[in-house]
Structure formats: C-alpha cells, structure tokens
C-alpha cells in the first residue's frame, strides 16, 4: 500500500530506522506492507516526536497528534501535533477591563486565560496567536492577528475561528473579509450579530475578483477545482454548468452529499472531496466532469 507522509513542521522522517527524507507540506511517498508492523519517527527540530506502528489501524485511528486521510490509492498521515519540549510558563500579555483580567501565556502549548468575578477558564490557542492583541465588546473578548480572529465569550465558550483579509466591530456587528481557499481568488464578505453570548451570522456574499474586462473567465484546466469549490462555500456555480445540467442544479447537492474541502488530482478533471469521519480521521471521495464548450455537461463518481 502506498503511505504519503506529511507533517505541519519540517521533520526528519524514519521508517524502521531507515531515513526517508525531509517532510513539510508536501509529502513523502513509501510502499508498505500494513502488516510488518514497521515503525514510523517523525522528528521535528524544536519538539518531541511523534512516533507510532504502521498497521491496519491506520484506517480507523489515527496516531496521537496526527490526521490520517483514506485515499482511493492509499493513506496520507499528517502529523500536526508536535509534543512541546518547553513547558516553562510564560506570561505574553495581561490586560484588565473592567472587573475581567485576561492573560496570554504559553506553557509548552499557547492559552487564553480570562478571569471575571463570575467565571475562571483557560482556552488552548494555536501557535499563530503568540501575537494576538485583545478587544472587549460587551460579554465578548476577540484576539486578533494580522489575518486570524478568534472570539469566546467571557464565560469561555469559543464562538468564531477565522482566517481573515480584514475585519471591524461596530457596536454588536462583526463584519469581516474571509479569503477562501480557491484558485479563482474569491473570497467572502460576512456578517455576524453579537447578543445575548451567542456569534448569528446574517450575510455571507462570496465576492470575485474582476478582470480588465470586467468579467471573470475559468480556465478549462481550473474548471472542475472551481465548481467543487463552489458547491463547497456555496458560491453561484449557474455559469459553470450546461443548459441541461443547469436545469437539475437542485440536485447536485445532494449528489455530492457533505464535504471538507476539494483536493486536486492527477487530471484536472477530477477532484477529491474530503469528508470527516471521526475525530481527525479523514475520506476522501472523487467526482469526475465531463466539458463540452467550456460548460460542464456531466458529473460522475
């Protein structure tokens, strides 16, 4: 069976002592027989390893700290949760407003502390929030970067988790520009209402950039990358589509059924569709487009 591995720092990969090269993004390919149990080391420079047996159980649990994808050739193992080798505490940040002190700290791992006469919590942060600056809006607390927001309410519960181009608070509106992981370079203007401890979005638009003549053209190679993306952050796909196709739109949906996101394959074509199993366990399903004068005329699984 073939194994990609991929890990979310650079690591020195050891299949059974044998090294395998460098993993990142992008991945490292072996054959492997699941059942001689070989061993897998993912070594990172400023964390523990991870480590695990390669068997059969790949397919249904995944190794601590990684995603595992089943693949129509194979399995991808992921490795994203590296063991911290520091686990001294830090103090980043302390602000106070009003009667709430909140503190930013690490401690191996990266936490929001929030402390009100009423409540107490700390909430696990990625890596990415090390340079979060805090605002209050009422019973809500937002830490924001650069590109990344997040939002809990003063009693701890996590609301919100975006990437983002950019972002305002105008009284109990949030209002953000969300970029959206296609090769068209769309993204998406939302809204959402602030009240009563709970984050209601009221308007997602999916916004596209123009070209000098006004009007954006999807290459044939991008075509089918475009349209699975489409269905997925539920952007207009209607130009996409042939008349005859166009006419049964309601059921594409439904056909596709429930998804991740979209993975590029060797054809361009063909894509995959990633959906969740379990808790970091991952399929992935593929759909095939037929083109006839740049409209897609025919979807197959």
């Given at each position: ?109 990266l936490y ?55 972002f305002s ?10 970029p959206l ?121």
């Open positions: 069976m073939k194994l990609y591995f991929l890990s979310s720092t650079p690591c020195a990969l050891f299949i059974s002592g044998a090294y395998f090269g460098v993993t990142d993004l992008f991945e490292r390919t072996a054959d492997v027989d699941l059942r001689d149990n070989l061993y897998a080391e993912f070594l990172p420079e400023n964390a523990q390893p991870i480590r695990f047996f390669i068997t059969e159980r790949l397919r249904t649990t995944p190794p601590e700290g990684c995603e595992v994808y089943l693949l129509e050739d194979g399995i991808a193992v992921y490795a994203r949760d590296f063991p911290p080798t520091d686990l001294t505490l830090r103090v980043i940040w302390q602000k106070t407003h009003g009667d709430c002190l909140t503190t930013l700290f690490s401690q191996g791992h929001l502390s929030v402390q009100t006469p009423k409540n107490f919590f700390n909430a696990h942060l990625p890596p990415s929030f090390s340079s979060a600056t805090p605002s209050f809006h009422g019973e809500f607390i937002l830490l924001s970067t650069q590109n990344e927001l997040i939002l809990f309410t003063l009693d701890g519960k996590e609301l919100l988790h975006e990437k983002v181009l950019s608070v105008e009284g109990n509106v949030l209002t953000a520009r969300l992981s296609d090769r068209l370079g769309r993204y998406a203007d939302c809204v959402w209402e602030l009240s009563e401890g709970e984050c209601t979005q009221t308007a997602f638009t999916v916004c596209q950039p123009s070209t000098a003549a006004g009007k954006e053209k999807t290459d044939e190679g991008l075509l089918a990358y475009a349209f699975f993306e489409s269905v997925l952050i539920g952007a207009n796909f209607d130009d996409m589509l042939d008349g005859e196709l166009l006419a049964d739109k309601d059921k594409i949906r439904a056909f596709l059924g429930d998804f991740e996101s979209v993975i590029l394959t060797d054809s361009p074509t063909r894509c995959g569709l990633v959906r969740k199993k379990e808790e970091r366990l991952f399929s992935v399903d593929y759909f095939q487009i037929s083109i006839k004068d740049g409209k897609i005329v025919e979807i197959t699984a």
